[in-house]
């Protein structure tokens, strides 16, 4: 449903560029969401309020859209596997940032309870929590900034539970704040960027 709901949503923003996305689509594409995709919505978002290619592309039975999203993925979807240092759309970023911290807060506390800044996370006081404290600012972890490189700083946690380490917190305080490895050790939720293929709307008929 990522997947194919993240390349449903790229190209209604290619035929018309907006700020806004579909409610249905914004709220369920980062978030592992299995919940179905509102074609009807995305229609009406994309074509305005003239039904126009993009209603054709998602609801008119005889251009078999799932299908032929399957069967083409190769040719309208370029997936880029996300490494250390990349340069990420805000959204991703934002999401990757937070995702981050949450497992970790999780697995030390048994719940989230922390506000995302600029440049480090501010935990709230939770009594469960074994490392963690309230007020504490959170900079780098396991040796990256998550807010310059979100990648590099999932990447960097894996290694260091790969290795039975445990993952260094760069904090504000003058003592070393270290977290025990969550188990199983977290994996990054997203893994791909997707981008659409040069031509893409060209030949699904949505180029105007």
């Not at 880029?80 to 807060?105: C, K, N, S």
């Not at 050790?185 to 960027?193: E, G, N, Q, V």
Request: hydrophobic letters at 45%.
């Amino acid at each position: 449903p990522y997947a194919c709901g993240h390349v449903t949503w790229l190209l209604a923003q290619s035929q018309r560029p907006r700020d806004a996305a579909p409610v249905d689509i914004a709220a369920s594409l980062f978030r592992g969401s299995t919940a179905p995709i509102d074609a009807t919505a995305i229609a009406r978002w994309a074509d305005g309020p003239t039904p126009g290619a993009m209603q054709r592309l998602l609801l008119d039975p005889k251009q078999g859209w799932l299908s032929a999203i399957k069967r083409d993925w190769g040719d309208v979807v370029e997936a880029t596997e996300l490494q250390a240092g990349d340069t990420l759309p805000q959204p991703l970023r934002g999401h990757l940032t937070g995702a981050l911290m949450a497992e970790l807060m999780n697995a030390d506390c048994g719940r989230m309870g922390f506000w995302t800044q600029a440049d480090h996370f501010l935990i709230e006081a939770v009594p469960a929590c074994k490392t963690l404290r309230g007020d504490m600012r959170v900079r780098r972890i396991a040796g990256v900034s998550p807010f310059d490189d979100p990648v590099g700083a999932w990447l960097a946690v894996r290694a260091a539970c790969t290795a039975g380490q445990p993952i260094a917190l760069a904090t504000d305080g003058p003592e070393a704040t270290a977290l025990a490895c969550p188990s199983p050790a977290p994996d990054m939720p997203i893994r791909d960027l997707l981008r659409l293929r040069p031509q893409t709307l060209e030949r699904l008929g949505l180029e105007s």
